[in-house]
């Protein structure tokens, strides 16, 4: 019989956006707020088996993903009153879900890949070769990265951009680190390699060798990488040169024949975000021999493919990727991975329905006016602020009011029809459907941007902000309750969905999102002393959340969370001060024992109400520019004395800093 998580939702469940059952009352809200708040809701709601975390937006997600499966089930029925739109989500689902077509596929589906490896003959033949495989559900990131993005220089328009890529493990840092911790995971990691080898075929002997191989160039190429904190810094990934430019880098790779085998339409000017790591791939194509390029590829293309592949693939990677290095105890359930599939290869098509289902128009104009009061808000500090100039002022002010909001779902839905999705045809299906956003991305290339488009499907629980769009954009999935709730107070409202509003807003202020100006173009609009401000400010802020620890002796990574730490400061101080002032004409009373001040601060928490596991925060302490939640909520609360009168804190506890970070 299937547990209640295993069945489909027909409609979404309500949550409140303050619950005061998930409180833990016991806990001094002045010491730490994150478990008063929260401390009741991660006692009744363990981590279940196949997440690597369990938290307000998991759960929400996963009813999304349930509702989402009950569409998917009605619309994989082969009946002829479906619509189009109908009729792609369900075959493509329906072959997912079809597991005996997949086992007795076999790795048939890999073959022509294999043998077009093993027909590689030098160095020469790989231009050409990674060209067309880049396009693939196989090749994305292999050795580096090609696609379009806009023009740091000028954000009206895409230029084609290479990347530096190549790597098995998640990051960069995962070679390099010395610890214990480390060595562990990288020979855990050549064990799995190996796994995968002799899956295809290989004697152990044979495989542990060809592991070893892969593990030596990807060690190399990491080490010509730049890391995560680097990479924040734009400057440091803008780089635009000619072909003949970007061809000196590394002459033994012939990029012309590359570019015409993607079929790139137009790469005269081309960004090449890291030139050394380019420089290191030459000195690499020549330092090893063309069978241990054949050995690396064979791994990436099994390594991407095995989701797609017999069990025994898919499970292969899945002991290594979740559980050893993420925790999970077992792998999600099949339904749920091929929810997740359809969201990410035709996602618009699915949100569609979706929308119609879930999303109405009084929830998109609430959002609206909710997300132009904390502008307003915005407005209001940037005019106030002391440590800022009237010139720089002037520049944050035109950024603000250029910022495009988007909130639900696209102007326009992706057109997938000329896509082929057959019902018996998984492995074929996802080679079609990435080749069909391969050839999409490529063909913006020399063109103006398109302003419309999404980076999020509507069913998504998330949100973001776009530094060359200068819009922030808010999916219809994560305008639900408990997150956006109709049915509350406005205090909970605007500290939940509001601070997020807030959080966007500032990403466009922090110190990577200020570096770029209204039009969305890499400039510096900064006099030299309010830059240095700035600085001052963003540093007490990576200074405070690089004390917390995130397990055992890691500590957070400041320097990395920077940009998330001052939006979620700055995201609820202006949710806060729009919250005053949408309800300034209004008698507040308190609600179930609550002042409004305090409720405010509750519904601000109890969105990051959750738990994490230990491998889970062992890997997110070296990738996630998110501070752990807790830190999310404690961190932001301490530099704001508003929170402190509202629970009668004294100065010295906790929760309230003597000298508070500020910024925004």
Partial sequence: MLGQSETPLSALPYSPSLDISSMDRSVDPCTDFYHYTCGAWIKKNPI????????????????????????????????????LVETEIGDYFAACMDESAVEKAGIAPLKPELDAIAGLHSIGDLPAYLGRLHLTAAGRGMLFGFGANQDYADSSREIAFLDAGGLGLPDRDYYTKTDAKSQETRQKYVEHVQKMFELLGEAPAVAKTHAQIVMKIETELAEASLTRVEKRDPYKLFHKMTLAEVQALTPSFHFAAYFKASGAPDTSMINVTEPAFFKEVQRLLKAHKMDDWKTYLRWHLVHAKAPFLPAAFDNANFDFYSKYLRGLEQMPPRWKRCVRRVDGDIGEALGQVFVAKTFAPSTKQSALDMTKGIEAAMESEIKQLPWMGEETKQKALEKLHGIVNKIGYPDKWRDYSSIKIARDDYFGNVEHATLFESRRELAKIGKPVDRTEWQMTPPTVNAYYDPQMDDINFPAGVLQPPLFDPKMDAAPNFGNTGATIGHELTHGFDDEGRQFDAKGDLKDWWTKKDADEFQERANCVSFQYSQYTVIDDIKINGKLTLGEDLADLGGTWLAYLAWKSATKDQDLQPIDGFTPDQRFFIGMAQWACGDERAESKRMNAITDEHSPDEYRINGVVSNMPEFGKAFSCRVGQPMVHSQPCRVW
């Fill in 48 to 83: 279940p088996p196949d997440q690597a975390r369990w938290d307000v937006y998991s759960k929400l997600n996963e009813d999304n993903e349930r509702f989402l499966w009950g569409i998917l089930l009605e619309a994989s029925k082969p009946v002829t009153s479906r619509s």
